[in-house]
C-alpha cells in the first residue's frame, strides 16, 4: 500500500493526499523497523528508519521543488517494494 501511494505521489494531487501520504509511510516505515528490529540488526533499520524522518507528519520536511520530491517518492516506493520482494539478511521469514 505504502509502494502505490507514492506511485501516486509523483503525480499532481490534492494537498490532503500528500498529508496522508506522510502518515501512511510514515507508519509503514515504522512497522518495517519494528519488524526488522525483532530479527537483529539489518540496514533495513537504517534506511527506513531515515524515511520515517523524512515523511514524519510531526516535523514535515519541506523541499522548494516537486521534481525532488517525485524522486524520493519513486526511490522510497522501490525501497518498499524490494522490502516485501526481496529482502535483504538471513532469508525470508
Not at 512497522?31 to 516535523?59: D, T, Y
Request: charged letters at 10%; one cysteine or more.
Amino acid at each position: 500500500m505504502c509502494a502505490a501511494l507514492l506511485f501516486l505521489g509523483t503525480l499532481h494531487m490534492p494537498i490532503e493526499f500528500y498529508s496522508l501520504l506522510r502518515i501512511v509511510v510514515f507508519i509503514g516505515s515504522i512497522a518495517v523497523i519494528a519488524n526488522e528490529f525483532g530479527k537483529g540488526f539489518s540496514i533495513w533499520i537504517f534506511v527506513f528508519g531515515f524515511m520515517a524522518l523524512l515523511f514524519n507528519p510531526f516535523l514535515p520536511v519541506y523541499l522548494k521543488s516537486k521534481s525532488i520530491w517525485i524522486l524520493i517518492d519513486l526511490l522510497a516506493g522501490l525501497l518498499f517494494l524490494v522490502m516485501v520482494y526481496f529482502p535483504l539478511g538471513k532469508g525470508k521469514n
